[in-house]
């Protein structure tokens, strides 16, 4: 089993940048890609990124395209996602997922381990 630790959300202006970070731990040798998904209040969960456990590619939504960034660091089996000139709308509980088998990264439905989520709050 792989287990997740989420990190770095909080409360922001608009326009600032976080960072969130993702810490797998475990059988991380069963990881496929990890990936980004957010859920704002009254809205249905997003897919934001997502990287390949080997960090060959990074894919991003088209809303975030340009703003954030995914990233690995293998030595620390850590995933990143820089945020940067933060809106309003990306306001919501940002989790971080984990894919055992390939298949398309921005199906939530494939992802079999979620990270507890962390805050992140823009405001005006």
């Known amino acids: 089993q792989v287990q997740l630790v989420e990190s770095g959300g909080g409360l922001v202006q608009t326009g600032d940048s976080l960072r969130l970070s993702c810490t797998a731990s475990?059988?991380?040798?069963?990881?496929?890609?990890m990936g980004w998904f957010r859920q704002a209040p009254g809205k249905e969960g997003e897919y934001v990124a997502a990287?390949?456990?080997?960090?060959?590619?990074?894919y991003h939504a088209d809303s975030v395209k340009g703003r954030f960034t995914c990233s690995m660091d293998h030595t620390k089996n850590i995933m990143y996602l820089q945020m940067n000139s933060l809106k309003r709308e990306d306001t919501a509980i940002y989790y971080c997922a984990v894919r055992t088998s390939r298949g398309p990264t921005y199906d939530s439905s494939g992802y079999s381990v979620w990270g507890q989520g962390t805050q992140v709050t823009v405001s005006s």
């Open positions: 990287i390949s456990w080997r960090g060959v590619g990074a």
């Open positions: 475990g059988r991380t040798f069963s990881i496929s890609s």
